[in-house]
């Protein structure tokens, strides 16, 4: 007569190929993830300087001077600057075209691009921080 064994619970060998299983599966995942979330960085920069340069042609189109567009009366880059707030680790200064340098953070990883606007309205990246795969060519943000 053959006797039933009680079964209750797994074996050594099957817990261990789990873990080997979803340690496989971590390893494979986790740089994906990495390079997610800089990806997602640095769309957000590369947004950030459109949405600049677009507030900065429509003051002008509703014939607002380029010294002007950031003062408490126009407010065209104040905008900006409350609007990217929540995305940023605080409110940056965006200046005047033509007037110096802006720097934005990312709250999340702690990366930044400082940009510059130069008199003719145009917004250029100047430096990013923080990327491993990205890089500044030209003024614009590109992945390696």
Known sequence: MIKKRDSKGFTLIELAICILVIGIISAIAAPRITSMFEDADAEMFRALGGQVEISISQGLSRGIALA?????????????????????????????????????????????????????????????????????????????
């Open 68 to 144: 002007d567009l950031n003062t408490g009366g126009a407010g065209f880059l104040d905008e900006i600057t409350s609007m990217v707030a929540s995305e940023q680790s605080g409110n940056i200064d965006i200046p005047a075209p033509g007037a110096g340098t802006f720097t934005a953070t990312a709250k999340s990883s702690k990366r930044t691009a400082t940009y510059s606007i130069s008199t003719d309205a145009n917004v250029v990246v100047d430096s990013i921080t923080g990327f491993s795969q990205y890089s500044v060519v030209n003024g614009d943000i590109v992945k390696n």
